[in-house]
């Protein structure tokens, strides 16, 4: 028997033939046994059952104050346990009923090691953003915390942690401000801690692997393996985070891979190999036989990288096994279930303190039982007609799902019905359009013949290019926008030297104004081309012969101002709510009778909200229309696209 077990067999030796232990006593023995269980031996399965014994005998206590902490304190201790046996879910069930029992009575120190917990919770269930929030809330807590290195490591941590989060949300430059952050707080607080110095290179070791990351998912290669050399040197030493060393070594085994540098790659396998074989780890063990399987797929020595490759998926598939019931757990509804919990346990709290008070206020005792069976019964009666709405609301989400779903299915089915009818039509129709094409060159026809073939020609390219609008508009594949580089002043002169053919055709004049210096937007040259291609062509059918037509753009701080203005008949009123909508009645012909199909505009909106733009137009009859479209620069682009992804 060790010196722990002595120590618990004593203690309860002692209180064995006790008959009057209160429940504060009971909650400290108990308390002891789960600290020997939780933090000495790690038998987590019993320091589970003292914990909630814990719980029993905080919920005994009468004292308010004492109540609150010691529950508080139950919940903590019973979540460690939950977690420590890979129980996610019922873990952050305890932590969060701590949380909001201690939100209002306990000092934000304490309250950090929730958030801190809570924030570890949703990180492992790839709740990222929730994560994130957690963890700049416990950092902010834990700025009251006694100065102690206890508290400055977990602040460092908390500020790699978050930085985590933000990577893995492919947020790259907060992720780095957040690593810099972390580390920069390690080197001004270093000199309090000398005597841990060993302790804080491991940590920024951690870091420095952490950014080569970041900066390999940015093509920075170079400095990437700097780091990584850096982050192995120190944690491969004797007593250090060899682990953290292991995933980094595979890292940088994968990053040779992407600099070629095939000298370097088979003697880092066989090292990091050998280093596993003397202390296994699954997920670096995973690592490990992915990046050997790609080694050889490169070298195209399939016999050899298939076997690796088997074994990466089977370790892969048994870690996603073990994992797979956190990650479904919906951490929204939890939380909602879990502050209604908390409200139930409230009221039960606060009637059992009323039926306390009943026994110690003898007199009292009638008038306040009478209170709470009254209370008692109103909150039967609204129970009961919250559990009726209840029912009501899910059976209105069951049908309206039904509905929802039933009306994706026809839209979906319209659409599959214009695609075929469309494409089915456009071969015949082009040929069609060929056809009187070469007939009006070729063949001698009279005035009349040849402008018959003429109508017919026009109609059906005018057919053509609405088959080719209903097959975009119906598109249900996601079209991928191949941004680059594009300097806007020369797709603007592009667009309009193109343009002026058409518009010479009603002797019309485009006016071009652009920007004073070269100016490059991240944008997809060919989809913004047909944006700004659509609106000159509306311009020149809905003006009058001889009539002028303006684009320009000006430069609108961090965006740029694009404008099309004509002095043509403008849009009324009473449509200019619809012309953005696919398949619109507020198609118009032109002034010369030209077709508008109605759905030009609706596509270049469409575009330009994958740009992260803006469209939209001023119009009267006596002025005619102008159409805005607002567009990021460069820098700015680059910061939407991330956000979104």
Not at 241 to 267: F, R, W
Not at 440 to 469: F, G, P, W
């Amino acid at each position: 028997m060790n010196k722990f077990d002595q120590a618990l067999h004593y203690m309860d030796s002692s209180v064995q033939h006790l008959s009057n232990l209160t429940p504060t006593d009971k909650f400290r023995i108990y308390g002891f046994h789960y600290v020997i269980n939780n933090k000495i031996k790690h038998n987590n399965e019993v320091a589970l059952l003292y914990a909630d014994s814990m719980l029993t005998a905080a919920s005994q206590m009468t004292n308010k104050k004492q109540y609150i902490a010691f529950l508080g304190d139950a919940n903590f201790a019973r979540g460690d346990a939950l977690f420590e046996l890979g129980r996610y879910n019922d873990s952050y069930s305890s932590y969060y009923q701590g949380y909001l029992l201690g939100k209002n009575n306990l000092d934000n120190c304490t309250l950090s090691a929730y958030t801190y917990r809570m924030g570890m919770i949703t990180y492992k269930q790839s709740n990222y953003k929730f994560a994130v929030t957690y963890f700049k809330e416990s950092f902010e807590q834990n700025k009251s915390c006694k100065e102690e290195f206890v508290s400055f490591f977990r602040q460092q941590e908390v500020l790699d942690n978050t930085a985590l989060g933000y990577r893995n949300q492919n947020m790259l430059d907060s992720a780095m401000v957040y690593f810099n952050k972390a580390l920069q707080y390690i080197n001004e607080n270093a000199s309090k801690y000398n005597n841990r110095a060993d302790i804080l290179e491991v940590a920024r070791a951690v870091i420095y692997g952490n950014q080569a990351e970041v900066f390999s998912n940015q093509g920075k290669y170079t400095e990437a393996v700097s780091l990584l050399k850096k982050s192995i040197a120190t944690n491969l030493k004797k007593g250090n985070d060899n682990h953290d060393a292991y995933l980094s070594e595979i890292k940088l085994v994968n990053l040779y891979m992407k600099l070629h540098e095939d000298a370097l790659i088979m003697p880092l396998l066989t090292t990091i190999r050998l280093q596993l074989d003397s202390l296994p780890a699954s997920d670096a063990e995973a690592g490990w036989n992915l990046a050997a399987g790609n080694y050889y797929k490169s070298k195209n020595d399939f016999n050899k990288a298939l076997p690796y490759l088997e074994r990466y998926h089977k370790i892969k598939d048994s870690l996603s096994a073990r994992n797979r019931t956190l990650k479904e757990s919906n951490v929204n509804e939890q939380v909602s279930n879990l502050e209604k919990q908390y409200q139930i346990a409230d009221l039960r709290t606060k009637e059992r303190m009323y039926i306390y008070t009943a026994i110690v206020f003898a007199p009292m005792s009638l008038i306040i039982i009478l209170l709470i069976f009254r209370n008692w019964k109103r909150s039967r009666r609204e129970m009961d007609v919250v559990s009726e709405l209840n029912k009501q609301v899910n059976l209105q989400k069951r049908n309206l799902e039904k509905t929802l779903a039933d009306l994706e299915q026809s839209s979906q089915e319209k659409d599959r019905i214009l695609r075929t009818v469309a494409h089915d039509l456009r071969n015949p129709l082009g040929g069609i359009a060929s056809l009187t094409g070469a007939m009006v060159e070729d063949a001698d026809y009279n005035n009349e013949q040849i402008e018959l073939l003429r109508i017919i020609k026009e109609t059906a390219y005018d057919s053509l290019e609405l088959i080719n609008e209903i097959l975009e508009a119906t598109s249900n594949a996601p079209t991928e926008l191949h941004k680059q580089p594009v300097d806007i002043n020369s797709l603007l002169n592009n667009s309009v030297e193109l343009m002026r053919f058409k518009a010479a055709e009603k002797n019309q004049k485009i006016i071009l104004h652009t920007l004073d210096a070269p100016e490059e937007l991240l944008i997809s040259r060919e989809k913004i081309w047909r944006v700004i291609s659509n609106l000159i062509s509306n311009a020149i059918k809905f003006s009058p012969v001889g009539a002028e037509i303006c684009v320009s753009i000006t430069d609108e701080y961090d965006e740029v101002q694009i404008a099309v203005s004509d002095h043509g008949i403008g849009i009324p009123e009473d449509i200019k709510n619809q012309v953005f909508n696919m398949f619109t009645n507020a198609k118009r012909p032109g002034t010369l009778g030209e077709k508008s199909f109605g759905l030009g505009l609706s596509i270049c909106r469409q575009i330009i909200e994958k740009h992260h733009g803006k469209i939209w137009f001023e119009s009267d009859g006596a002025n005619g229309t102008t159409f805005y479209i607002r567009l990021s620069k460069t820098t700015n682009a680059v910061l939407n696209e991330m956000a979104t992804h």
